[in-house]
């Protein structure tokens, strides 16, 4: 069992930064490729960015050249830096690991809130 736990969300006017963080149990970042993901109130979720076990990244349109994912593997951490936060980002921000040999192996966190408002 994996666990997840998001940090870093909050408030911040549009423009800001935020740089949220995904501690995982237990060492898995060699095994698991790791996501964001987000979810508006009255939307679907959906993809922000992802970090492959490879370290290749792919990001949403719609956060290129503003958002960066990285990880450490040494602190089994997934990190989210938002930069130039627009309102349009305010959502509820998911971690999410997958095995890279088994789909079906999939979690989530618990979630963390960032709100973009001036």
């Known amino acids: 069992q994996v666990q997840l736990v998001e940090s870093g969300g909050g408030l911040v006017q549009p423009g800001g930064s935020l740089r949220l963080s995904c501690a995982a149990s237990?060492?898995?970042?060699?095994?698991?490729?790791m996501g964001w993901y987000r979810q508006a109130p009255g939307k679907q979720r959906e993809l922000v960015a992802t970090?492959?076990?490879?370290?290749?990244?792919n990001y949403a349109d719609s956060v290129k050249g503003r958002f960066t994912i990285s990880r450490d593997n040494a602190k089994n951490t997934v990190y989210l830096q938002m930069n130039s936060l627009k309102p349009e980002d305010t959502a509820d921000y998911y971690c999410?690991?997958?095995?890279?040999?088994?789909?079906?192996?999939?979690?989530w966190g618990q979630g963390t809130q960032v709100t973009v408002s001036s």
């Open positions: 999410n690991a997958q095995h890279k040999y088994y789909s079906s192996l999939r979690y």
């Open positions: 237990g060492s898995i970042l060699n095994i698991y490729n």
């Open positions: 970090i492959s076990t490879g370290a290749s990244t």
